[in-house]
């Protein structure tokens, strides 16, 4: 504390020397400071750490009033989210954060939310959306040169991942030539970079390897291993289109090792490019594994941009494997995707791979027809007009660079004036400090306020931690409470199957035994005393004797380890079914998974079955009854419906039977209702929870 206290006189010295104003707020800013920085350490290796810290920087700096870090901190969770690919997130993150930004009137901020939306939007395949706010940057805001070359760069993704390499080219070039005007090495390597795409996609593949050469050496000697990893692939992926399969798998390999640890899409995107190797190899097994691990990938991020190419491959390969119908379904969901983000490379390409699958079919008028889409499509992306235009504007940025570089010689010759300068005014600084020790008696007294604040600030904190371990202790409370109510329920359960069991082996040791003993001694009276009499009575005790075997059976719980509840309700109804004309219908949903209820749950279902079936044929005159049985998340539904003559509930609702299905159903915080009509039938709903999901 001692040594903190030392610090803030210090700093606050050499605040007050220097711009004669002083940070009220500077241990909490450096905080939030540090969660930032340290979010962005670990946004590769650790996301989920980073989301908790980013979160963190928000918290702090809404509760101490650091608006500007809490809106910057709102923009660097969105660009957590893009890097994770989850796109939707990051949308509904920047959404907030604009109308933070506007509030509290940050522009430099909501240019930053604006370019990153465009980023998103370009990521999801949706262009007019991107170009939106790019444009929306450059119309209503005076931006930087640094600014103006990220929002260059970007746009030239955008276009190219449109396919018009036209605009892309001319936005790439203007990225470059300020980058290179900032003396940005990392950037100017990144614009090089995607000047190499646009010539990898126009299948100049010499002009590219050269560029994605030369990009991959300044990410190297800068250990900027995604950019090292984006070279990396696409050297693999035109090796692979020349027929340089060696080479392309050891590009490939080497991006994948550094792509694998920064982003899902990196490595959707080299594995979708390994499959292409091993189709070309006739490794088709492995193929599949390849384009399938990157199809999951890259469904899970939700990009429409990077989901097409790899539907693509995969039809490709299964029409190369003999199985045009399988490759069919990946075909007409390409071409459906490519319509809707406006994509008219990735159109043409699947329309070539539909093409090729009617063909094998022997579909040959309608593989014809996409054969036409696909050329009209290849002849419009690759006229002599757009390419000799590109090679113009490279011509045009070779001459301004010679210009520029007479420029900044000039420049630094002002720079060396503007040092000189620069040294003096040092000068002059360092004799206005002399004068500022005067002020070290009203500093020493703010710094004490300023301690006192931050005391009373411990002492505010404290009081409400106090307050939500009191809360957190009261929820506790509550849950132990609710738990020992289930628990109190299952085990009242429980004693009432043990004592019915009993009083069921009692029925069939004691009664049944007896009664089966007194049916023996009548059988032998018949044969010599009146038999009219003694068949009656014979009669008599035979009926008694079978109405206590059921009463002992229906008493016994069923066993459940052996079947499920499900098995043993059809079981009974089956039982009661071959003694009765009534129409019994079982309907359980889903089929499976009722055997992981508790089994208390079970036995409760059970014995409701049980009431509900034995009270319509003792009462109802049903021809008819509908039993279903529904398992949704957790929650048992019963509902069973007959249509027989129906009562009156407010007179017959307190009969005995539906006591009993009204207290099972109470004992598990479940709901019971009837519905009877006279005449027409009764409709009884059941909802019940499962304790083990509560």
């Not at 520029?404 to 300068?421: F, P, T, W």
């Not at 109802?620 to 009562?647: M, P, Q």
């Not at 006591?659 to 479940?670: A, D, L, T």
Request: hydrophobic share 35%; glycine share 4%.
């Amino acid at each position: 504390m001692r040594n903190y206290f030392f610090i803030n006189i210090i700093f606050l010295l050499v605040s007050f020397s220097l711009y004669g104003r002083m940070n009220e707020n500077i241990s909490d800013s450096s905080i939030v400071d540090t969660y930032v920085k340290q979010a962005n350490r670990y946004r590769f290796s650790n996301p989920d750490s980073a989301l908790l810290l980013i979160d963190s920087a928000i918290e702090l700096s809404r509760k101490t009033g650091l608006n500007k870090r809490f809106v910057s901190s709102y923009r660097t969770k969105g660009v957590l989210y893009i890097l994770r690919g989850k796109l939707d997130k990051a949308i509904q993150v920047y959404d907030t954060a604009i109308v933070l930004a506007k509030k509290y009137e940050f522009n430099d901020i909501l240019i930053k939310i604006y370019i990153n939306l465009g980023i998103v939007y370009t990521q999801k395949g949706e262009y007019d959306e991107a170009d939106y706010y790019y444009s929306k940057v450059l119309n209503d805001f005076e931006i930087s040169l640094n600014q103006k070359s990220v929002l260059y760069n970007n746009m030239g993704l955008m276009y190219s991942a449109k396919g018009d390499y036209l605009e892309s080219m001319e936005y790439h070039q203007k990225a470059l030539a300020n980058r290179e005007l900032m003396h940005d090495s990392l950037g100017a390597a990144s614009s090089i970079m995607n000047i190499a795409n646009i010539h990898f996609y126009q299948k100049n593949y010499s002009k590219a390897i050269t560029y994605y050469k030369n990009a991959a050496s300044v990410f190297d000697k800068k250990h900027y291993s995604y950019g090292s990893g984006q070279c990396y692939h696409n050297l693999g992926t035109i090796y692979e289109k020349i027929d340089s399969l060696e080479k392309a798998e050891f590009f490939l390999r080497k991006a994948l090792n550094l792509e694998s640890a920064k982003t899902k899409r990196g490595r959707a995107k080299t594995l979708n490019m390994l499959g292409l190797v091993s189709m070309k190899e006739k490794k088709f097994t492995d193929a599949e594994k390849f384009f399938i691990e990157s199809l999951n990938i890259r469904r899970k991020v939700k990009s429409k941009s990077q989901i097409i190419p790899t539907l693509n491959n995969l039809a490709d390969l299964y029409n190369q494997m003999g199985m045009p119908n399988k490759a069919n379904k990946y075909n007409i969901e390409a071409i459906e995707l490519s319509k809707e983000s406006g994509s008219r490379e990735f159109e043409k390409e699947a329309f070539f791979t539909y093409s090729q699958s009617l063909e094998l079919i022997g579909n040959y008028k309608k593989s014809l027809f996409y054969y036409k889409e696909y050329s009209e499509l290849k002849d419009s992306l690759l006229d002599k007009e757009k390419y000799s235009r590109i090679q113009e504007l490279e011509i045009k940025y070779n001459s301004a660079l010679q210009e520029r570089k007479l420029e900044q010689q000039k420049a630094e010759l002002i720079q060396k004036d503007l040092e000189s300068n620069r040294k003096d005014a040092i000068i002059k600084k360092e004799q206005i400090q002399k004068y500022a020790v005067g002020s070290i008696a009203f500093l020493i007294l703010a710094i004490l306020l300023i301690e006192l604040r931050n005391l009373r600030n411990k002492r505010k904190t404290a009081l409400l931690l106090v307050e939500k371990n009191e809360e957190l202790n009261n929820q506790r409370i509550a849950e132990l409470i609710k738990k020992h109510q289930l628990e109190s329920a299952k085990n009242s359960l429980t004693a009432q199957e043990k004592e019915r069991n009993r009083i069921a082996q009692e029925l069939h040791d004691g009664i049944g035994g007896s009664l089966a003993a007194i049916k023996l001694y009548v059988d032998s009276l018949r044969k010599s005393y009146k038999i009219d009499e003694l068949n009656l009575v014979h009669d008599n005790i035979n009926k008694t004797y079978e109405e206590v075997r059921t009463l002992s059976h229906n008493l016994t719980p069923p066993e459940f380890e052996f079947a499920s509840i499900t098995d043993i309700v059809k079981a009974y109804i089956n039982q009661i079914s071959a003694h009765s004309k009534t129409e019994i219908i079982l309907s359980a949903i889903p089929q499976t998974g009722w055997n992981d209820l508790d089994e208390s749950v079970q036995i409760n279902i059970y014995r409701v079955a049980q009431e509900l079936i034995n009270n319509i044929l003792k009462h109802a005159k049903a021809s008819r009854i509908e039993f279903n049985l529904e398992l949704i998340g957790g929650v048992i539904h019963i509902l069973v419906r007959d249509n027989g003559v129906g009562f009156d509930t407010s007179k017959r609702i307190n009969g005995i039977g539906l006591k009993n299905i009204q207290s099972r159903v109470e004992e598990f915080n479940g709901d019971f209702s009837i519905k009877s009509v006279l005449g027409k039938g009764t409709t009884v709903v059941i909802k019940i929870l499962d304790p083990s999901k509560v």
